[in-house]
């Protein structure tokens, strides 16, 4: 029953979720995910023996710093963006605004982390680790011939960002979760991209996004050994699937669309790493919930017919580039 509940309704509901109809829906969604994990759902064995420092943040630092870069350094006349598919060149605006909407969102994150050292500290690093993504996506579109005017970078900063939350905690584990898909869909588009430069950038990219993904998790699964109930705020986290796409995008119908095209690269490898993390962190895979949740949004696989989160093929487009 809740599965058709869901499947009717929460397409519309996640586009709309960061509206000021959040009021109304987060506590519907805080329902929801308290009854899907009702009952006494032991911690994962591998949450069980992880063991956190009280600052996540000295590690993190000495791990970036190593693996610092400068995307301007990057010789951007070998990108090929020729070798681009159109549905490519189309994702590339995807991730170009996914990168712009750091200018509108993150006085929202720091004003939330301020007064936490660790993520306070974090923010700074993440913030620059960022800018190699937004500045590396806009050089990019101007390769392509598709440069975004002033007006358009401008209008996604200006945006006022509602905050996904008041509680610090809950927002670290929107940022782990949004993480945590563009670290997914950056790793299966590099492996798809014909033009070597971009596929390596954007392959650097999922990398970065990973450690990002690893330092929140590490703080929202933290949280969960101190207090196993925050696991609901997490569920409802992934059943609203918080991103700043909801507010950057234009609307209900560019929101979808923007989520298409990156479930597009959303695979079987992507969608197994995926249900581990939600083990890792809730105690349970939910597999029946997730199927249901991916079939109501995923594309089709052009090539096995299947929806995309169940295909393994190893390329998605074959042919020429058009
Ligand atoms: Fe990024
Ligand atoms: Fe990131
Ligand atoms: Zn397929």
Same mark, same amino acid.
């Given at each position: 029953?809740?599965?058709?509940?869901?499947?009717?309704?929460?397409?519309?509901?996640?586009?709309?979720?960061?509206?000021?109809?959040?009021?109304?829906?987060?506590?519907?969604?805080?329902?929801?995910?308290?009854?899907?994990?009702?009952?006494?759902?032991?911690?994962?064995?591998?949450?069980?023996?992880?063991?956190?420092?009280?600052?996540?943040?000295?590690?993190?630092?000495?791990?970036?710093?190593?693996?610092?870069?400068?995307?301007?350094?990057?010789?951007?006349?070998?990108?090929?963006?020729?070798?681009?598919?159109?549905?490519?060149?189309?994702?590339?605006?995807?991730?170009?605004?996914?990168?712009?909407?750091?200018?509108?969102? #993150?006085?929202?994150?720091?004003?939330?982390?301020?007064?936490?050292?660790?993520?306070?500290?974090?923010?700074?690093?993440? %913030?620059?680790?960022?800018?190699?993504?937004?500045?590396?996506?806009?050089?990019?579109?101007?390769?392509?011939?598709?440069?975004?005017?002033?007006?358009?970078?401008?209008?996604?900063?200006?945006?006022?960002?509602?905050?996904?939350?008041?509680?610090?905690?809950?927002?670290?584990?929107?940022?782990?979760?949004?993480?945590?898909?563009?670290?997914?869909?950056?790793?299966?588009?590099?492996?798809?991209?014909?033009?070597?430069?971009?596929?390596?950038?954007?392959?650097?990219?999922?990398?970065?996004?990973?450690?990002?993904?690893? %330092?929140?998790?590490?703080?929202?699964?933290?949280?969960?050994?101190?207090?196993? #109930?925050?696991?609901?705020?997490?569920?409802?986290?992934?059943?609203?699937?918080?991103?700043?796409?909801?507010?950057?995008?234009?609307?209900?119908?560019?929101?979808?669309?923007?989520?298409?095209?990156?479930? $597009?690269?959303?695979?079987?490898?992507?969608?197994?790493? $995926?249900?581990?993390?939600?083990?890792?962190?809730?105690?349970?895979?939910?597999?029946?919930?997730?199927?249901?949740?991916?079939?109501?949004?995923?594309?089709?696989?052009?090539?096995?017919?299947?929806?995309? $989160?169940?295909?393994?093929?190893?390329?998605?487009?074959?042919?020429?580039?058009?």
């Amino acid at each position: 029953m809740l599965d058709r509940v869901l499947s009717s309704t929460a397409r519309y509901l996640f586009a709309y979720n960061q509206t000021p109809a959040k009021i109304v829906l987060d506590p519907i969604y805080a329902l929801v995910a308290r009854a899907l994990l009702r009952g006494e759902i032991p911690l994962s064995p591998r949450l069980t023996a992880k063991t956190f420092a009280d600052d996540l943040y000295p590690a993190y630092r000495e791990h970036s710093r190593k693996l610092q870069y400068f995307i301007e350094d990057w010789d951007f006349t070998e990108a090929r963006p020729e070798l681009l598919t159109k549905r490519q060149r189309g994702v590339v605006h995807t991730t170009t605004l996914g990168e712009t909407s750091g200018m509108a969102v #993150s006085d929202g994150f720091l004003r939330a982390f301020r007064t936490s050292r660790e993520l306070a500290s974090f923010f700074g690093t993440w %913030f620059v680790e960022e800018l190699n993504h937004f500045r590396g996506f806009h050089r990019y579109t101007e390769l392509m011939g598709e440069r975004w005017p002033k007006e358009r970078v401008d209008a996604v900063a200006e945006i006022e960002f509602r905050a996904y939350s008041d509680d610090p905690l809950e927002i670290a584990a929107c940022n782990m979760y949004q993480e945590l898909l563009a670290f997914l869909v950056y790793r299966s588009l590099g492996r798809q991209l014909r033009d070597p430069f971009l596929a390596k950038m954007v392959t650097r990219f999922g990398k970065d996004e990973l450690r990002h993904f690893r %330092f929140y998790e590490d703080v929202v699964a933290r949280q969960i050994k101190r207090d196993p #109930s925050f696991r609901v705020t997490v569920l409802k986290v992934f059943l609203k699937a918080t991103t700043p796409f909801n507010q950057v995008s234009g609307g209900a119908g560019p929101t979808l669309q923007h989520v298409a095209n990156g479930l $597009f690269y959303f695979r079987k490898p992507e969608y197994d790493f $995926f249900l581990d993390h939600v083990e890792l962190l809730l105690g349970t895979r939910l597999e029946s919930l997730f199927e249901t949740y991916f079939k109501m949004l995923a594309p089709t696989c052009e090539q096995c017919d299947l929806h995309t $989160f169940r295909c393994a093929c190893e390329v998605f487009e074959p042919g020429a580039p058009n």
